[in-house]
């Protein structure tokens, strides 16, 4: 069975902290994708990175960055400097390779950036 | 703007309607996922549609159906609405399976 577990419900940070948001999965697969969208406040699923579970590369981009751990079935997503834009709900998600591409989605994060 | 289309963005109805939530996909893309988001199960899987054919049911009432036109768009219908049934609706689309764009999302609250 496939799951995506996000274990931090909600984090508050005050705006220029740095913040990590945290993502295991489970799958037998031995290819995957693995993804992270932010969801703000006006509702939409804005995409922010895909992994192939091929490619253990971290990436950067701007203040956003990923470390994907395929020996502990993780990948977190790290924003540094915070802002209060940054605020939203933050999902993690994974995706089979093959059969219908669904997305297993995680319960996701509440980041609230206090200025 | 994604380039997937929804409407309508909103949607108020009573218990026990029908409503048909409308996606037109990106240009090119033949696959449309539908998903519901709301406040006790998440982010769902409903439905797949691929080039008018369904592919993949999630957890998808009875209910609920879907439907995908020659032309690409799909409609969801639910109908006997419950007041349980509120929620975001998603649709998205693609044409590989290298993670897909999903459109602004319907919002529908029965009363």
């Known amino acids: 069975a496939q799951k995506v577990t996000q274990a931090q419900t909600e984090i508050s940070v005050v705006e220029k902290e740095d913040v990590t948001l945290d993502c295991v999965y489970e799958?037998?697969?031995?290819?995957?994708?693995l993804f992270w969208y932010k969801q703000p406040p006006s509702g939409e699923l804005v995409f922010l990175i895909r992994?192939?579970?091929?490619?253990?590369q971290n990436e950067i981009s701007g203040r956003y960055s990923w470390n994907f751990q395929k020996s502990t079935s993780s990948f977190n997503f790290t924003i540094t400097a915070s802002q209060v834009v940054d605020s939203a709900v933050y999902f993690c998600a994974l995706m089979r390779t093959s059969g219908t591409y669904k997305y297993i989605f995680g319960t996701g994060t509440r980041l609230k950036v206090l200025a | 703007d994604s380039g997937v289309t929804q409407t309508p963005k909103h949607l108020i109805t009573a218990t026990g309607q029908r409503v048909t939530l409308r996606c037109s996909p990106r240009?090119?893309?033949?696959?449309v996922y539908w998903y519901q988001q709301s406040l006790d199960q998440g982010l769902q899987f409903l439905i797949q549609y691929y080039n008018g054919e369904e592919r993949a049911k999630g957890n998808i009432l009875e209910r609920f159906s879907a439907q995908q036109f020659p032309d690409l768009h799909s409609e969801l219908n639910l109908s006997s609405l419950e007041l349980g049934d509120s929620a975001l609706y998603f649709c998205?689309?693609?044409?590989?399976?290298?993670?897909?764009?999903f459109g602004s999302g319907t919002r529908l609250t029965v009363v």
């Open positions: 992994r192939n579970s091929f490619d253990e």
């Open positions: 240009s090119g893309d033949l696959s």
């Open positions: 799958t037998r697969d031995t290819t995957y994708y």
């Open positions: 998205a689309s693609t044409t590989s399976g290298a993670g897909y764009t």
